[in-house]
């Protein structure tokens, strides 16, 4: 199995670093870093604008380029965290708890440097958990039959779900929402046009390029429009400023290694995004220390716990959707689409039959994220001064290339108007606080789900059974049952709460 790995490995660098697959990575982490370190400007509004660009392409530099922009994003979002105190993406948020108040004390750089070191060494050791583990996970993969695969897309939808930010049941509803556009369309086995609204153009389903701008994009420009302001800001890092000391370096040692391992276990959980990984290597680094009260005060241990568990979430999040067919956050579910444009089915047979692909891509990590580490340093002065861009200049220029993106599909209009509306429904759902990342799981594995499902009561002749007798589908039909009734147990005892609290 180690001797199989390295050999992958081996030929994945000789993919991830032909020059054209090089200039496309290369491209992915410069617009990456730069979506990262402006406040407003998403890793998944910018991965739905450059999927329309994936069409001329070949599969490898395609996916190349977009896994380059988010690990690219995710070390461009401390620079803004720690040095003006926003968040650019919410897993940057916790780091702003401990990164400014460092900034204020003049240590601002030093800050930078440890949590760009502790990205790299949690990255690193994701790398290795994905070239080790995920052979593995193919040799037991290839026992799961139809009814198994529907479970644990099953329960990737569940915890997807349940597990979102805010009210479990908007959770459900959006998923929900997310299933019903993904069966628009003609039935591949039936031939029968289902949901169309009459409208011939809806007979193909709603194109994921459409939903993803509507909701990610346009919706974003919706909720910003009027943001005409920009950052003042005087903080000024040199690279001198961002080399640490020996004792910055020991102290944060201990702290980067829990947070690594922190991020690689919740890396194979689907739902659990990035955000609830580094609040809880905060939360963790907090409670064993004997001075939790420097925490929130300018301690570097919370910076750099929190960047190692993100990160390392972040790299082992490709695991479970590489392997699996299930994407453990939205963004790993764009990828996912990315995938099934280029006509390649995420899953067990991913190694075997596009083996190029996937060894290319982990060597790509380690290029990457190289070049990376070496852009950020050099370049931390220009990335400060492009916080100074007015919000006025940016929306706008990223509208015009969402229309081009849309109209270059296949030149038509009717998409644009379908990015229009769906922006204009996200834009009213974000403001009745339903979570929009759901709708894209459920748009993404609905048609997996429904086929898995049929063909799984085909072969047991109607019988439902047949999810509960297989053992690895009885697990997970177990697990997704159990998550069901914690998560209802956990919303009736807080809405109890609010109730006992409220009442005089």
Known sequence: MIEQSLAGLMQGFGVALVPNHLMWSLFGVLV????????????????????????????????????????????????????????????????????????????GGKALGLAMFASFFATIFGILVMIFASPLLVAIAFKFGPADIFSVMLLGLLAGSTMARGSPLKGVAAVLLGLLCGVVGTDVNSGIVRFSLGTSELWEGVSLISLALGMFAVGDFLLNVNRTTYVAHSAAVSVRDMLPNWGDIKKSLSPILRGTIIGTLFGAMPGTGPTITSFIGYAFERKISKTPERFGHGAIEG?????????????????????????????????????????????????????????????????????????????????????????????????????????????????????????????????????????????????????????????????????????????????SALLLVVQTVSYVRGTRSKLGVSMP
């Open 32 to 107: 990456g870093n730069l979506v990262g370190v402006i406040p407003g400007m998403g890793t998944m509004s910018t991965i739905s604008v450059l999927l329309p660009l994936t069409f001329g392409m070949q599969p490898v530099p395609a996916i190349l380029m977009l896994a380059g922009v988010f690990y690219g994003s995710t070390y461009g979002g401390a620079i803004s965290a720690i040095l003006l105190n926003l968040p650019s993406h919410a897993p940057h948020a916790v780091a702003c708890l401990d990164g400014y108040p460092l900034t204020k004390q003049g240590k």
């Open 303 to 479: 910076v750099v716990a929190s960047e190692a568990a993100s990160h390392a979430k972040a790299q082992v999040d490709f695991i479970p959707t590489m392997c699996l067919g299930i994407p453990g956050d939205p963004i790993m579910a764009l990828i996912l689409g990315a995938l099934m444009i280029q006509g390649i089915t995420p899953g067990p047979q991913l190694i075997t039959e596009h083996p190029d692909l996937f060894w290319g891509l982990i060597a790509s990590f380690w290029v990457g994220n190289a070049l990376l580490l070496l852009l950020n340093i050099p370049m931390i002065g220009i990335w400060v001064k492009v916080l100074r861009v007015p919000y006025r200049y940016l929306f706008p220029a990223a509208m015009f290339f969402v229309a081009i993106g849309v109209y270059s599909h296949d030149n038509n209009l009717y998409h644009i108007a379908e990015v229009l509306v769906i922006g204009a429904i996200s834009a009213i759902l974000v403001a009745l606080q339903f979570p929009l990342a759901p709708i894209l799981l459920g748009f993404v594995l609905g048609p997996m789900v429904e086929e898995n499902f049929r063909r799984a009561l085909t072969l047991s002749n109607g019988d439902l059974a047949t999810f509960v007798e297989r053992p690895i589908s009885t697990v997970f039909v177990a697990v």
